[in-house]
């Protein structure tokens, strides 16, 4: 008998373990994918530079723009990292990664409610419905995920008691 609660333990805790870290690899394709993005933008930076090199031209809102991406570059290298810190955290079982994954996870789903409010509501000006129809399913789940499961009172028992 004792064994076998000791093996019910073991298993719950392997349980716990493997939605902490799949979560945490859900972090880092996050952080992969802004990261994709700012890799994107560094590109537009630079054919905008020499495009811009080549006109000879100088004007105000030539720099407003490439300003602008330079701001977005930082931006996204910035999430790229907060992502990948916070699934070495997660995987490390730390509390702070849950509640990043957290904030991702309501963020993705607000993501999908104003996508979806825009599909319902042609008068608005909204993203290309055929596009965006491919990740809504996607969002919707991983931000559901990351909501619901790092909040259940096992998963967060097994962050706190991990240190």
Known sequence: ???????????????????????????????????????????????????????????????????????VVIIMTALTWLCLRAAAALRDARRWGAYVAMAFGLLLLLFTASFIYDMYHPERQGPDDYFGILFVPFTLLVGLWWCIYLNLPHVRAYLDSSH
């Open 1 to 71: 008998m004792k064994e076998d609660a000791e093996n019910l333990d073991l298993a719950n805790e392997r349980t716990n373990l493997l939605g902490v870290r799949v979560s945490a690899g859900l972090l880092v394709a996050l952080g992969c994918l802004w990261g994709v993005y700012a890799l994107f933008f560094v590109v537009i930076m630079g054919i905008a530079g020499v495009r811009a090199w080549k006109s000879h031209a100088y004007t105000p809102d030539n720099s407003r723009w490439f300003a602008t991406l330079l701001l």
